[in-house]
Protein backbone atom coordinates (compact mmCIF):
# COMPACT_ATOMS: atom_id res chain seq x y z
CA UNK A 1 0.00 0.00 0.00
CA UNK A 2 2.73 2.33 0.88
CA UNK A 3 4.21 2.51 -2.53
CA UNK A 4 1.25 4.26 -3.85
CA UNK A 5 1.85 6.96 -1.56
CA UNK A 6 3.91 10.30 -2.81
CA UNK A 7 6.53 10.77 -0.63
CA UNK A 8 5.10 13.75 1.61
CA UNK A 9 2.59 11.32 2.53
CA UNK A 10 5.67 8.62 3.60
CA UNK A 11 7.12 11.22 5.24
CA UNK A 12 4.39 12.96 7.06
CA UNK A 13 2.87 9.51 8.21
CA UNK A 14 5.71 8.07 8.96
CA UNK A 15 8.11 6.81 11.34
CA UNK A 16 6.13 3.56 12.33
CA UNK A 17 7.84 -0.04 12.74
CA UNK A 18 6.10 -3.01 11.73
CA UNK A 19 4.03 -4.56 14.86
CA UNK A 20 5.49 -6.88 17.12
CA UNK A 21 4.40 -9.32 19.67
CA UNK A 22 7.24 -9.06 22.29
CA UNK A 23 6.41 -6.54 25.02
CA UNK A 24 9.49 -3.89 24.81
CA UNK A 25 11.34 -4.82 28.41
CA UNK A 26 11.00 -0.99 29.30
CA UNK A 27 8.31 1.41 29.13
CA UNK A 28 8.28 3.09 26.07
CA UNK A 29 8.55 7.16 25.77
CA UNK A 30 4.96 8.15 24.34
CA UNK A 31 6.54 11.30 23.07
CA UNK A 32 2.92 12.12 21.38
CA UNK A 33 1.12 15.42 21.95
CA UNK A 34 -2.53 13.72 20.43
CA UNK A 35 -3.79 9.98 20.71
CA UNK A 36 -6.06 8.54 16.92
CA UNK A 37 -9.36 7.57 17.82
CA UNK A 38 -11.36 5.37 15.71
CA UNK A 39 -14.11 7.62 15.56
CA UNK A 40 -16.39 9.67 17.54
CA UNK A 41 -17.19 6.57 19.44
CA UNK A 42 -13.95 6.00 20.47
CA UNK A 43 -14.02 9.66 21.66
CA UNK A 44 -17.13 8.80 23.80
CA UNK A 45 -15.92 5.97 25.27
CA UNK A 46 -12.44 7.48 26.21
CA UNK A 47 -14.07 10.68 27.55
CA UNK A 48 -16.41 9.24 29.62
CA UNK A 49 -13.75 6.38 30.86
CA UNK A 50 -16.12 3.09 29.91
CA UNK A 51 -13.18 2.88 27.75
CA UNK A 52 -9.14 3.12 28.80
CA UNK A 53 -7.56 5.16 26.80
CA UNK A 54 -6.36 9.01 26.04
CA UNK A 55 -7.21 12.29 23.64
CA UNK A 56 -4.90 14.56 24.34
CA UNK A 57 -1.22 15.02 26.33
CA UNK A 58 -2.34 17.76 28.01
CA UNK A 59 -5.06 16.28 29.65
CA UNK A 60 -3.29 12.74 29.91
CA UNK A 61 -0.63 10.49 28.93
CA UNK A 62 0.63 6.75 29.45
CA UNK A 63 3.79 7.91 31.57
CA UNK A 64 1.96 10.91 33.44
CA UNK A 65 -0.18 7.73 34.44
CA UNK A 66 2.56 5.37 34.94
CA UNK A 67 4.72 7.90 37.19
CA UNK A 68 1.92 9.20 39.26
CA UNK A 69 0.58 5.80 39.72
CA UNK A 70 3.78 4.87 41.66
CA UNK A 71 3.69 7.96 43.64
CA UNK A 72 0.54 7.26 44.53
CA UNK A 73 1.27 3.55 45.38
CA UNK A 74 4.28 4.92 47.33
CA UNK A 75 2.27 7.02 49.60
CA UNK A 76 -0.25 4.93 50.57
CA UNK A 77 -2.87 6.68 48.65
CA UNK A 78 -5.78 6.69 45.84
CA UNK A 79 -4.41 8.77 42.69
CA UNK A 80 -1.82 10.92 41.65
CA UNK A 81 -1.12 13.95 39.13
CA UNK A 82 1.76 15.16 38.11
CA UNK A 83 2.52 18.39 36.58
CA UNK A 84 5.32 20.35 35.28
CA UNK A 85 7.25 21.09 38.42
CA UNK A 86 6.99 20.77 41.59
CA UNK A 87 6.11 25.46 42.02
CA UNK A 88 2.96 23.87 38.78
CA UNK A 89 2.10 21.28 41.62
CA UNK A 90 1.80 24.25 44.15
CA UNK A 91 -0.05 26.56 41.52
CA UNK A 92 -2.43 23.48 40.75
CA UNK A 93 -3.24 22.43 44.26
CA UNK A 94 -3.98 26.36 45.23
CA UNK A 95 -5.69 27.21 42.40
CA UNK A 96 -8.33 24.15 42.44
CA UNK A 97 -8.83 24.39 46.31
CA UNK A 98 -9.12 27.86 46.65
CA UNK A 99 -10.55 31.39 45.30
CA UNK A 100 -10.67 34.74 46.33
CA UNK A 101 -11.66 36.00 49.71
CA UNK A 102 -10.17 32.47 50.99
CA UNK A 103 -7.82 32.46 54.06
CA UNK A 104 -4.94 30.22 53.99
CA UNK A 105 -2.57 29.44 56.96
CA UNK A 106 0.67 28.32 55.75
CA UNK A 107 4.22 27.12 57.81
CA UNK A 108 6.33 30.30 57.73
CA UNK A 109 9.66 28.49 57.08
CA UNK A 110 8.62 26.83 53.25
CA UNK A 111 10.51 26.86 50.10
CA UNK A 112 11.24 30.75 49.16
CA UNK A 113 9.36 30.18 45.68
CA UNK A 114 6.03 28.54 48.04
CA UNK A 115 5.88 31.69 50.37
CA UNK A 116 6.32 33.65 47.04
CA UNK A 117 3.35 32.30 45.21
CA UNK A 118 1.79 32.67 48.43
CA UNK A 119 1.80 35.91 48.76
CA UNK A 120 1.79 36.70 45.46
CA UNK A 121 -1.92 35.20 45.48
CA UNK A 122 -2.87 37.28 48.23
CA UNK A 123 -1.60 40.63 46.51
CA UNK A 124 -2.82 40.24 43.48
CA UNK A 125 -5.92 37.82 43.53
CA UNK A 126 -7.60 38.42 46.80
CA UNK A 127 -6.08 35.44 48.71
CA UNK A 128 -5.50 35.77 52.94
CA UNK A 129 -2.01 34.23 53.86
CA UNK A 130 -1.26 34.13 57.68
CA UNK A 131 2.51 32.64 58.36
CA UNK A 132 2.65 30.59 61.41
CA UNK A 133 4.85 29.07 63.30
CA UNK A 134 4.53 25.16 62.00
CA UNK A 135 5.79 24.08 65.23
CA UNK A 136 3.27 24.48 67.59
CA UNK A 137 0.09 23.35 66.11
CA UNK A 138 -1.73 25.37 68.72
CA UNK A 139 -0.31 28.58 66.85
CA UNK A 140 -1.78 27.42 63.63
CA UNK A 141 -4.64 26.64 65.07
CA UNK A 142 -4.72 30.02 66.92
CA UNK A 143 -4.21 31.85 63.07
CA UNK A 144 -7.82 29.78 61.63
CA UNK A 145 -10.14 31.90 60.61
CA UNK A 146 -13.81 31.16 59.45
CA UNK A 147 -12.64 31.79 55.71
CA UNK A 148 -9.86 29.37 56.09
CA UNK A 149 -9.63 26.58 53.48
CA UNK A 150 -6.34 25.27 53.41
CA UNK A 151 -3.37 24.87 55.50
CA UNK A 152 0.30 24.18 54.03
CA UNK A 153 3.38 22.78 55.45
CA UNK A 154 6.28 20.80 54.51
CA UNK A 155 7.04 17.86 56.51
CA UNK A 156 11.00 18.66 56.70
CA UNK A 157 11.32 22.41 56.32
CA UNK A 158 13.72 24.01 53.81
CA UNK A 159 16.58 24.80 54.28
CA UNK A 160 16.39 24.64 58.74
CA UNK A 161 15.30 21.15 58.57
CA UNK A 162 12.07 21.53 61.04
CA UNK A 163 10.16 18.41 61.30
CA UNK A 164 6.55 19.30 61.51
CA UNK A 165 4.32 16.98 64.09
CA UNK A 166 1.38 16.24 61.34
CA UNK A 167 -0.95 13.92 63.27
CA UNK A 168 -1.18 17.00 66.51
CA UNK A 169 -1.42 19.51 63.38
CA UNK A 170 -4.19 17.42 61.52
CA UNK A 171 -5.69 17.25 65.01
CA UNK A 172 -5.35 21.00 65.47
CA UNK A 173 -6.79 22.22 62.23
CA UNK A 174 -10.01 20.33 62.63
CA UNK A 175 -11.62 20.32 59.25
CA UNK A 176 -9.14 22.56 57.46
CA UNK A 177 -7.52 20.27 54.90
CA UNK A 178 -3.97 20.09 55.50
CA UNK A 179 -1.62 19.96 52.29
CA UNK A 180 1.86 18.64 52.47
CA UNK A 181 5.13 19.20 50.50
CA UNK A 182 7.10 15.84 51.07
CA UNK A 183 9.82 16.50 49.01
CA UNK A 184 12.50 16.77 51.64
CA UNK A 185 11.20 13.59 53.21
CA UNK A 186 9.94 11.01 50.54
CA UNK A 187 7.69 8.66 51.11
CA UNK A 188 10.46 6.32 52.03
CA UNK A 189 10.85 7.99 55.55
CA UNK A 190 7.23 9.96 55.53
CA UNK A 191 3.41 8.98 54.35
CA UNK A 192 1.67 12.47 55.34
CA UNK A 193 -1.60 10.61 54.17
CA UNK A 194 -0.87 8.05 56.73
CA UNK A 195 -0.70 10.92 59.30
CA UNK A 196 -4.16 12.02 57.73
CA UNK A 197 -3.10 14.91 55.42
CA UNK A 198 -5.70 15.75 52.34
CA UNK A 199 -2.91 15.75 49.85
CA UNK A 200 0.97 15.81 49.48
CA UNK A 201 3.09 16.78 46.77
CA UNK A 202 7.14 16.82 45.72
CA UNK A 203 9.14 18.33 43.66
CA UNK A 204 10.24 15.05 41.68
CA UNK A 205 12.87 17.48 40.17
CA UNK A 206 14.56 16.32 43.65
CA UNK A 207 14.87 13.10 44.91
CA UNK A 208 11.67 11.17 43.45
CA UNK A 209 13.54 11.42 40.28
CA UNK A 210 17.13 11.89 41.99
CA UNK A 211 19.42 12.62 39.26
CA UNK A 212 19.50 16.38 38.55
CA UNK A 213 18.30 16.08 35.51
CA UNK A 214 14.52 16.52 35.38
CA UNK A 215 12.16 19.36 36.14
CA UNK A 216 8.93 17.82 37.50
CA UNK A 217 5.69 18.00 40.30
CA UNK A 218 3.44 15.61 41.02
CA UNK A 219 0.29 15.52 43.58
CA UNK A 220 -1.11 12.67 45.75
CA UNK A 221 -4.52 11.80 47.62
CA UNK A 222 -7.83 10.91 47.80
CA UNK A 223 -9.37 10.50 44.11
CA UNK A 224 -12.02 13.58 44.40
CA UNK A 225 -9.07 15.90 45.84
CA UNK A 226 -6.61 14.62 43.03
CA UNK A 227 -9.38 14.92 40.08
CA UNK A 228 -9.69 18.80 40.98
CA UNK A 229 -6.09 19.12 40.91
CA UNK A 230 -5.57 17.66 37.43
CA UNK A 231 -8.59 19.24 36.23
CA UNK A 232 -6.85 22.45 36.54
CA UNK A 233 -3.36 21.54 35.69
CA UNK A 234 -4.80 20.69 32.16
CA UNK A 235 -6.82 23.63 32.02
CA UNK A 236 -4.02 26.14 33.10
CA UNK A 237 -1.26 24.42 31.28
CA UNK A 238 0.35 22.92 34.18
CA UNK A 239 1.18 19.90 32.50
CA UNK A 240 4.34 17.81 32.70
CA UNK A 241 5.46 16.26 29.25
CA UNK A 242 6.31 12.68 28.50
CA UNK A 243 10.53 12.24 28.26
CA UNK A 244 9.96 14.11 32.58
CA UNK A 245 7.95 11.16 33.27
CA UNK A 246 9.41 8.66 31.44
CA UNK A 247 13.01 9.70 33.04
CA UNK A 248 11.22 10.38 36.47
CA UNK A 249 9.91 6.43 36.35
CA UNK A 250 13.69 5.46 35.73
CA UNK A 251 15.14 7.32 38.23
CA UNK A 252 12.19 6.09 40.89
CA UNK A 253 13.37 2.79 40.72
CA UNK A 254 16.29 3.35 43.30
CA UNK A 255 14.33 5.90 45.65
CA UNK A 256 14.90 3.69 48.29
CA UNK A 257 18.48 2.41 48.05
CA UNK A 258 19.68 6.71 47.46
CA UNK A 259 17.51 7.41 50.09
CA UNK A 260 19.04 5.00 52.42
CA UNK A 261 22.54 6.24 51.13
CA UNK A 262 21.98 9.78 51.40
CA UNK A 263 20.41 9.45 55.16
CA UNK A 264 23.09 7.08 56.84
CA UNK A 265 25.81 9.71 54.83
CA UNK A 266 24.01 12.93 56.12
CA UNK A 267 23.89 11.52 59.31
CA UNK A 268 28.07 10.69 59.32
CA UNK A 269 28.46 14.14 57.95
CA UNK A 270 26.05 15.65 60.17
CA UNK A 271 28.19 14.49 63.18
CA UNK A 272 31.36 15.09 61.73
CA UNK A 273 30.44 18.86 60.97
CA UNK A 274 29.10 19.40 64.71
CA UNK A 275 32.89 18.56 65.78
CA UNK A 276 34.46 21.31 63.61
CA UNK A 277 35.21 25.22 65.35
CA UNK A 278 34.58 26.82 62.42
CA UNK A 279 31.25 25.70 62.76
CA UNK A 280 28.56 27.52 64.43
CA UNK A 281 25.51 24.88 64.08
CA UNK A 282 24.59 22.31 62.49
CA UNK A 283 21.23 21.29 61.73
CA UNK A 284 20.30 17.43 61.26
CA UNK A 285 17.38 16.35 62.85
CA UNK A 286 19.06 12.88 63.25
CA UNK A 287 21.52 14.78 65.60
CA UNK A 288 20.67 14.84 69.38
CA UNK A 289 20.80 18.57 68.91
CA UNK A 290 18.50 19.49 66.82
CA UNK A 291 14.99 21.02 68.41
CA UNK A 292 13.22 18.17 66.76
CA UNK A 293 14.80 14.89 67.59
CA UNK A 294 12.22 13.47 69.49
CA UNK A 295 9.77 14.23 67.32
CA UNK A 296 12.38 12.63 64.06
CA UNK A 297 12.85 9.63 66.27
CA UNK A 298 9.37 9.13 66.77
CA UNK A 299 7.77 10.18 63.04
CA UNK A 300 10.92 9.46 60.99
CA UNK A 301 12.25 6.20 62.02
CA UNK A 302 13.70 5.77 59.11
CA UNK A 303 16.47 8.43 58.95
CA UNK A 304 16.54 11.80 57.99
CA UNK A 305 16.96 12.23 54.70
CA UNK A 306 20.44 13.72 52.75
CA UNK A 307 19.53 17.66 53.75
CA UNK A 308 21.59 19.65 56.25
CA UNK A 309 22.43 23.11 57.15
CA UNK A 310 25.23 24.73 58.93
CA UNK A 311 26.44 28.24 59.46
CA UNK A 312 29.59 28.97 60.20
CA UNK A 313 31.61 31.79 62.39
CA UNK A 314 32.81 33.70 59.54
CA UNK A 315 29.29 34.33 57.90
CA UNK A 316 29.02 35.61 54.32
CA UNK A 317 32.58 36.10 53.96
CA UNK A 318 33.17 32.58 54.97
CA UNK A 319 30.01 31.08 52.87
CA UNK A 320 31.93 32.91 49.75
CA UNK A 321 35.29 31.30 50.88
CA UNK A 322 33.96 28.09 51.35
CA UNK A 323 32.17 27.46 48.02
CA UNK A 324 34.96 28.77 46.22
CA UNK A 325 36.93 26.15 47.80
CA UNK A 326 34.65 22.93 47.06
CA UNK A 327 33.71 24.10 43.39
CA UNK A 328 35.66 21.49 42.22
CA UNK A 329 34.55 18.27 44.51
CA UNK A 330 30.91 19.58 45.87
CA UNK A 331 29.57 22.18 43.85
CA UNK A 332 27.54 25.21 44.62
CA UNK A 333 24.48 23.64 42.81
CA UNK A 334 20.94 26.01 43.72
CA UNK A 335 18.90 22.14 43.67
CA UNK A 336 19.13 19.69 46.11
CA UNK A 337 18.71 15.74 46.09
CA UNK A 338 21.41 14.81 42.89
CA UNK A 339 23.02 11.53 43.45
CA UNK A 340 26.16 13.51 44.06
CA UNK A 341 26.55 16.11 47.15
CA UNK A 342 25.93 19.85 46.43
CA UNK A 343 25.95 22.90 48.42
CA UNK A 344 24.04 25.83 48.33
CA UNK A 345 23.33 29.26 49.59
CA UNK A 346 19.88 29.71 51.63
CA UNK A 347 19.88 33.29 51.65
CA UNK A 348 21.49 33.95 48.18
CA UNK A 349 19.57 31.62 46.28
CA UNK A 350 15.87 30.03 47.86
CA UNK A 351 15.40 32.17 50.05
CA UNK A 352 16.99 35.77 48.53
CA UNK A 353 12.94 36.72 48.08
CA UNK A 354 12.19 37.06 51.48
CA UNK A 355 12.23 40.19 54.03
CA UNK A 356 15.94 39.89 54.94
CA UNK A 357 15.03 40.98 58.42
CA UNK A 358 12.61 38.31 58.76
CA UNK A 359 14.39 35.73 57.27
CA UNK A 360 17.51 36.21 59.78
CA UNK A 361 14.64 36.44 62.27
CA UNK A 362 13.31 33.42 61.43
CA UNK A 363 16.93 31.56 61.54
CA UNK A 364 18.24 31.64 57.92
CA UNK A 365 21.68 33.68 58.75
CA UNK A 366 23.67 34.69 56.42
CA UNK A 367 26.79 31.86 57.31
CA UNK A 368 23.93 29.35 56.45
CA UNK A 369 24.49 26.58 54.32
CA UNK A 370 22.78 23.56 52.77
CA UNK A 371 24.13 20.80 52.10
CA UNK A 372 22.35 18.31 50.07
CA UNK A 373 24.32 14.61 50.43
CA UNK A 374 24.42 12.17 48.08
CA UNK A 375 25.37 9.13 47.52
CA UNK A 376 28.63 9.56 46.73
CA UNK A 377 31.35 7.75 49.30
CA UNK A 378 31.05 9.81 52.80
CA UNK A 379 34.56 9.62 53.39
CA UNK A 380 35.22 11.89 50.43
CA UNK A 381 32.74 13.72 51.06
CA UNK A 382 34.00 14.55 54.90
CA UNK A 383 37.56 15.20 53.38
CA UNK A 384 36.66 17.46 50.81
CA UNK A 385 35.04 19.67 53.57
CA UNK A 386 37.75 19.53 55.97
CA UNK A 387 39.92 20.62 53.64
CA UNK A 388 37.58 23.53 52.33
CA UNK A 389 36.79 24.55 56.09
CA UNK A 390 40.20 24.77 57.22
CA UNK A 391 40.56 27.60 54.80
CA UNK A 392 38.41 29.96 56.16
C1 LIG B 1 12.48 22.56 44.64
C2 LIG B 1 11.36 22.58 45.59
C3 LIG B 1 10.09 23.02 45.21
C4 LIG B 1 9.81 23.56 43.82
O1 LIG B 1 9.93 22.55 42.86
P1 LIG B 1 10.42 22.81 41.35
O2 LIG B 1 10.37 21.43 40.76
O3 LIG B 1 11.78 23.40 41.41
O4 LIG B 1 9.42 23.74 40.74
C5 LIG B 1 9.08 22.98 46.15
N1 LIG B 1 9.30 22.55 47.41
C6 LIG B 1 10.52 22.14 47.81
C7 LIG B 1 10.71 21.69 49.21
C8 LIG B 1 11.59 22.14 46.92
O5 LIG B 1 12.80 21.74 47.33
Same mark, same amino acid.
Given at each position: ????????????????????????????????????????????????????????????????????????? !?????????????????????????????? /??????????????????????????????? &???????????????????????????? /?????????????????????????? @????????????????????????????????????????????????? !??????????????????????? &?????????????????????????? !???????? !??? &????????????????????? /????????????????? @????????????????????????????????? /????????????????????????
Amino acid at each position: MDEELFDESVCARGGWGDDFTTRPSNPPIYQTTAFDLHGVEQLEAVVSGSERGYIYTRDGNPNHSAFAQDVAK !LEHTDAGAVCASGMAAVSAILLSHLKSGDH /VVAARVLYGRTSQQLEELAKRFGIEVTFEDS &RSPDAMRSAMRDNTKLCLVESISNPLME /VVDLPALVDAMGDVPVVVDNTFATPC @LFRPMEHGAKLVFHSASKYLNGHGDVMLGVVAGERSAVTRVRRVASLYG !LNANPFECWLASRGLRTLPLRIE &RASSNALRVAEFLEGHAAISRVIYPG !LSSHQNFE !LAR &RLLPNGCGGMLSFELHSEEAG /VRTLLRELAESIPFSPT @LADVRTTISWPAGTSHKFMDPADRRAWGISDGL /VRLSVGIDAVQDVISELDRAIKQL
